[in-house]
């Protein structure tokens, strides 16, 4: 009995109280939202990369796709790794019919026609992240492109009766490639659909929204200090809400409690109205910042029951359906934008970086080349001298005696030391095909350059320290000139040295020629020389680079064949053998013999070569001849 009387008492004292005056305002807050994807699992993605797979009609347009399609808001667009896939299959458009369409102007008073195309798209969309398929779409529909527009029924029926024929031809002969047709027009409708979609379900993007909240401003009310110390807690965190963080639980929890409590304390009647709708307010507002689905929807139906405003109870109810809950939380809060400022600066550094080492490389080429320039015309001049010196002083050579007669041989060390220009003329022939090959190549001590003919016309040129060639098969003056590299450099600017371009043989090499074991080379005995150059790698391991040897013949002291074999990173990469065959003096050599027929065994990444070469004409310290070489070459003007 004790226990009913005290509850009724409490009961009429809250209603006492509940019936004393109290007012209340409302204080609107501004914070920052995001507007969350469809999939929970997209929220620490940042990059999304689209991939395309085409019509073979479509081809042309894939890069137009690649270059405006697919963004997705709240995603970094990277043109190959993005964490989210986007696969898209265009099938070629269906063509259906052309048509006309109307509309009345009602101030220019007439009719306005529009033929237009119609067709049928078909793309399929297949959305991973990781391995996993989280989407898979068919995009058909049809699409429209706009042929003509204008005032005359008659004259557009024309005009659509001649699309309605030019594209049925393009389909019969599938020859899309008139901009006309609205092929490549409606495949763009498409993508936009596409594009409107992805953003619809994948898409982050950030706002601003307003959250109301009922303070009570009645000073003498008993709930009064209470409340004013939940109004002064949710005033100061909601000025504090970022995109990345949002309202502190912890903080709020007595704060909660207590409201709640004034709920049983305060029970549904119309006498307690305003002070529950005021605690059912601030109670599902609190709850849905806090991401507590539940307690947002509990609260927000009985702002509704309180039959008090109810608009805002319904609001809430809207807002927690559709939003995007995960973990029984909706996702207001993440690092997502941050992260995504951060990447975009860092690949904005990136690019600048890059673009300031673009520049920075050039420059340094620049300074490369020229200290490369200098070494290599310092190279030419030392080798030239070396050359002379050696000429004059063959009884201080290695194998001096051997030399001597090698050297008498071709002319003599006074004749070779005063050749200036040499001009040969070559027929080769390759086996198994019939078509003529021909070599010219002019040499002098600083310029040489090849001319072959086979069938198109193909240049080496070595100007000094350059090296360039120049092919007819490519197009475009920049395409044609081509810089060759210090390699192909080095091979050519053998050619320098006179006696190796008449003869094959390299005067520079001999004194680190070893001499081996006689050798048998084509029925003829012969001195067998060997070089065995060598390099560091990276590891500063000694690898091999390039293995030289000579066969001398020991009857004549001609020179019967010549090996190189040409080491990349220690493994074999290219083999040279010539076989001399056919020696004929030369009248300016002083009765000198040099080789005539040459035959050539070559591997190298392409397979095994074999050909021949006779040539038909050799002169020494010949008037010039050749225009291109007199104007490109020696004139040093051929860039």
């Avoid at 969309?125 to 058909?140: E, M, N």
């Avoid at 008993?222 to 995109?243: D, N, P, R």
């Avoid at 409201?259 to 049983?264: A, K, R």
């Avoid at 040295?497 to 043989?505: G, I, K, R, S």
């Amino acid at each position: 009995m004790k226990k009913i009387l005290l509850l009724v008492a409490l009961l009429v004292i809250g209603s006492i109280q509940a019936q004393e005056k109290i007012s209340s305002k409302t204080k609107k807050f501004k914070i920052p939202v995001i507007r969350y994807s469809e999939f929970p699992a997209l929220d620490n993605v940042l990059t999304q990369t689209a991939f395309y797979q085409m019509d073979k009609s479509l081809q042309e347009e894939e890069s137009n796709l690649k270059k405006d399609f697919f963004k997705i808001d709240g995603f970094i667009k990277d043109p190959v790794n993005g964490k989210l896939k986007l696969y898209l299959t265009f099938a070629m458009p269906r063509y259906t019919d052309t048509q006309i369409d109307s509309v009345y102007d009602k101030e220019k008073n007439r009719w306005t026609y529009n033929a237009h195309s119609n067709y049928i798209n078909n793309v399929k969309l297949d959305v991973k992240l990781g391995d996993k398929i989280i989407l898979t779409k068919d995009f058909g529909g049809s699409d429209s492109y706009s042929v003509s527009v204008g005032n005359s029924m008659g004259a557009l029926k024309v005009v659509a009766s001649e699309q309605d024929k030019k594209v049925k031809t393009a389909v019969k002969n599938s020859d899309y490639s008139d901009v006309g047709l609205g092929f490549d027009n409606v495949v763009y409708k498409a993508a936009i659909r596409i594009q409107d979609f992805l953003n619809y379900k994948f898409g982050y993007s950030t706002s601003v929204v307003k959250e109301k909240f009922e303070f009570v401003t009645s000073k003498g009310h008993s709930e009064y200090a209470q409340m004013l110390a939940f109004e002064t807690e949710i005033t100061a965190q909601m000025e504090k809400v970022t995109l990345e963080k949002g309202l502190d639980e912890k903080l709020l929890t007595p704060h909660l409690q207590y409201l709640e409590s004034l709920l049983v304390k305060y029970p549904l009647s119309p006498a307690n109205e305003d002070i529950r709708f005021i605690v059912t307010n601030n109670l599902a507002e609190t709850y849905f910042l806090l991401e507590n689905k539940e307690k947002a929807l509990k609260y927000a139906n009985l702002l509704i029951e309180n039959d008090k405003q109810d608009s805002r109870g319904s609001t809430i109810i809207e807002r927690v359906n559709n939003g995007y809950f995960a973990d029984k939380k909706i996702r207001s809060h993440t690092p997502r934008f941050a992260e995504l400022k951060k990447l975009g600066l860092k690949i904005a550094e990136e690019k600048e970086e890059l673009r300031l080492a673009f520049f920075e490389k050039i420059d340094r080429q620049e300074a490369d080349w020229s200290i490369e320039k200098e070494n290599r015309a310092a190279a030419l001049e030392k080798s030239k001298i070396q050359r002379e010196n050696m000429l004059d002083s063959i009884a201080y050579q290695s194998n001096p005696d051997l030399l001597a007669k090698i050297i008498a041989n071709l002319g003599g060390s006074n004749i070779l030391k005063k050749v200036e220009k040499t001009h040969l003329v070559s027929k080769l022939t390759l086996e198994e095909s019939n078509i003529p090959h021909t070599e010219e190549r002019w040499a002098t001590t600083t310029n040489y350059l090849l001319k072959k003919k086979m069938p198109e016309t193909y240049y080496e040129i070595v100007n000094g320290p350059e090296a360039w060639s120049h092919s007819d098969r490519e197009s475009g003056v920049e395409a044609k000139w081509a810089k060759l590299p210090i390699y192909k450099y080095s091979n050519l600017s053998a050619n320098l040295d006179p006696v190796n371009f008449l003869t094959a043989f390299r005067l520079d090499l001999w004194n680190k020629l070893e001499l081996l074991q006689d050798e048998m080379v084509d029925g003829k005995w012969c001195y067998h020389f060997n070089y065995f150059e060598k390099t560091l790698n990276t590891s500063n391991r000694t690898i091999p680079k390039t293995d030289y040897h000579l066969f001398i013949d020991k009857e004549d002291f001609s020179i019967v064949a010549t090996e190189r074999t040409e080491f990349d990173d220690g493994n074999k990469s290219f083999f040279e053998r010539k076989l001399f065959k056919d020696y004929r003096p030369v009248a300016a050599l002083n009765s000198g013999k040099i080789p005539h027929k040459i035959n050539y065994e070559i591997e190298d990444f392409y397979g095994d070569t074999s050909y021949q070469e006779n040539r038909e004409k050799v002169e020494v310290n010949a008037v010039f001849g050749n225009r291109i070489f007199m104007k490109e070459v020696y004139f040093g003007s051929f860039k």
